[in-house]
């Protein structure tokens, strides 16, 4: 029972990890012109890394068993 808890957060945290992680790659501001995304456009390397690091969580998530 306490490793099936413990497997179900584990699963929880990934699966928020993996959420938060790819949306924080599409950040707006609003501006003259639109509303552009701030992180591809000022820093695609960070965005390109959060992006990497959000599928990878949501790999693990997938692969995680489920109780």
Do not use: H
């Amino acid at each position: 029972m306490k490793q099936a808890a413990t497997r179900s957060q584990k699963r929880n945290i990934l699966f928020a990890a993996s959420v938060t992680l790819i949306a924080l790659t599409f950040l707006f501001y609003p501006d003259e012109g639109g509303l552009p995304w701030m992180m591809w456009r000022d820093s695609p390397e960070i965005a390109v890394v959060l992006a990497v690091a959000g599928l990878i969580c949501g790999v693990l998530w997938w692969r995680t068993p489920r109780d």
